[in-house]
């Protein structure tokens, strides 16, 4: 059986007995995990930073970046890609010295790792880099330590995925003053378009914080602050957009179009009425079909809490990048 197929399966098993639901309700669906305290470990003498993004290799890998044992890499000698295997024992460790801010993460079909650095300082940042799984630098998109909206340039990288053909799709922009596009490029880092400006309108973006690719080749788009999801084509149309994904800071797509959708920040000032957490349902057509709730029972205090960034492997559990409580957790089925 596929690698996708056992994902489809296992999680359907998981939520086989649970009503889809659109909109609100979405989050009264009941919770079919249990989270697993303390299971990704670092190199001896090292702590957990800051993570908001995962991503799962096709040998069941766990990746992600962790920002140096803080919430930034800026002077830090540390190497924040980390690779674990299913048991959360570090495999290896690489990119010291190179990032300021690792934000946006990608494991891609041929198992090389991409990784945004949202921020730039000191001649780094503001960048994509594309790596082998043993840590080589293949590819790098933007101008080390230069923010820009040119063809060349990014401002404050949120996220990237890559198509089946290679095409890359940055999410750029992270709010405030920086970007609010997606641009596309070539396999080989050949600029090819980009779409989008800042603004609530179809096609606009408040922080587009982060980018997935279903089944059909369909870009799905966390548009954060606009509280929305918005699907395009590979050519930047439009097709539809979904609110009832909550507030989306991460977004992971299986190989069946499973969606898991984690929203880290929703409260009384920021989309009220929806409680934070990760919600699972269907790429196809919307349907939420389970909620894993956040744990912190005072969202409106915390600034960030649980699941900034999620991932899913083959046998169904689901791992949260975490930036607030900084850890990698995981969650498997009861």
């Known amino acids: ?135 080589k630098v293949l590819l790098t998109l933007g101008k080390p330590g230069v923010a820009g909206d040119g063809p060349d340039t990014f401002n404050r990288p949120s996220d990237v995925v890559t198509a089946p053909n290679g095409d890359i799709f940055v999410a750029d922009g992270h709010g405030g003053n920086s970007n609010a596009r997606i641009v596309k490029f070539s396999k080989d880092g050949k600029f090819i378009k980009t779409w989008g400006r800042k603004g609530s309108r179809p096609g606009e973006f408040d922080t587009p914080h982060a980018v997935a690719m279903d089944s059909a080749g369909r870009l799905f788009v966390g548009d954060r602050g606009n509280n929305r999801i918005q699907i395009f084509d590979q050519d930047g149309k439009f097709l539809e957009e979904w609110a009832q994904f909550s507030r989306p800071s991460g977004i992971f797509i299986d190989g069946n179009d499973f969606i898991y959708v984690a929203d880290s920040e929703s409260n009384a000032k920021r989309n009220p009425g929806w409680k934070r957490g990760i919600r699972i349902g269907s790429a196809k057509d919307g349907l939420v079909t389970a909620f894993i709730p956040d744990p912190e029972p005072e969202p409106d205090k915390a600034g960030t809490s649980a699941a900034e960034g999620v991932a899913a492997d083959a046998l169904g559990n689901v791992y949260g990048a975490e930036v607030g409580p900084k850890m990698l957790r995981k969650y498997v089925r009861k």
């Open 1 to 135: 059986m596929s690698h996708a197929r056992r994902i489809g399966y296992t999680l359907a098993a998981a939520v086989v007995a649970m009503a889809p639901l659109f909109g609100a309700e979405a989050q009264a669906q009941p919770n079919p995990f249990r989270a697993v305290e303390g299971w990704a470990k670092l190199p001896a003498g090292r702590t957990w930073g800051s993570t908001s993004a995962v991503d799962v290799d096709r040998n069941g890998h766990i990746w992600t970046a962790e920002r140096c044992g803080a919430n930034t890499c800026a002077g830090s000698n540390l190497a924040p890609v980390v690779e674990l295997d299913p048991s959360g024992r570090p495999l290896r460790s690489f990119g010291a010295g190179m990032f300021v801010f690792p934000h946006g993460f990608h494991v891609d079909r041929d198992g090389n790792v991409w990784v945004t650095d949202a921020q730039g300082k000191d001649g780094k940042g503001h960048t994509v880099v594309k790596f082998s799984r043993e840590g």
